[in-house]
């Protein structure tokens, strides 16, 4: 049986320019080209989930100018369905200014854009999706009420939430504690709880930590260190596969949408959490953010070329 994502979300344009570092303060570079590409954490795990085999919609808005237009053909075109996706004609579309070094790392500036208009309303408004899936996905480039809204009628619903705690940023543990699952990666679980993640022991320190908070499951998510997957009965480390990173934009929307897609199919956890680490490692060998998506075929090879 095809598994059903629901995920609420932001749709940016990426504005992508590649260079030799990132710069500091007042340092002007010559970069070596610039791209615009369909992105935006939303929108980017409603577009991997797609392309792993499950049926997806999309709760967000666009703004009513031409990025808009090309953010929705981006997402029919992986078979996205888009019925939900609000046209804000009064806002212009959520843009990320985007940073590319020749390592592969990045670092992003995100305007909102209509993102930041995202009201409970449109999140309650899809009700065919909410009686479809199992699974719901979101993040926190929209507003915190919309956030909540979402939790809370998964909830109701009996739908699992994967909340995916980036863009880095303090939100208030009573509304954590209402995601079944929460990922957030380093920088995020800093943001979120104060505790500066360096290596396994620092991860495992501040997944005890989030579990101390009520907080029931979380799969944080360690970069080029795989992630760890704790629960209150157990913790285990998930090692990441080694690759070339050529663009790391989108590695924790593909890791995220991987792990939805793979539980929404019945597999466990910690099943889920290694094929997760499989899909986010391709998207990091691709440059741009949905470019770098893989399709179930291409994630199947990969795996079986590992085994």
Known sequence: MTPTILVVGSLNMDLVVRAEHIPGPGQTLIGHDFQTVPGGKGANQAVAAARLGAKTYMVGRVGGDSFGSALVEALEESRVTTDYLEIDEMEANGVALILVDDQGENSIVVAPGANGKVTPHDVRSAEAAWAEASHVVLQLEIPLDAVECTLDTAREKGVTSVLDAGPAMKVPMELLRKADILSPNESETEALIGRRVTDLDSARDAAKCFLDNGIGTVVLKLGDEGCLVATAS?????????VKAVDTTAAGDA??????????????????????AAVGAIAVTCFGAQPSLPTREVVERFIASRT
């Open 255 to 276: 890791f995220t949408a991987a792990l939805a897609v793979s539980l929404a199919e019945g597999k466990f956890l910690l099943d889920a959490a290694h094929y997760a």
């Open 234 to 242: 157990d913790m285990t480390h998930v090692p990441a596969h080694k």
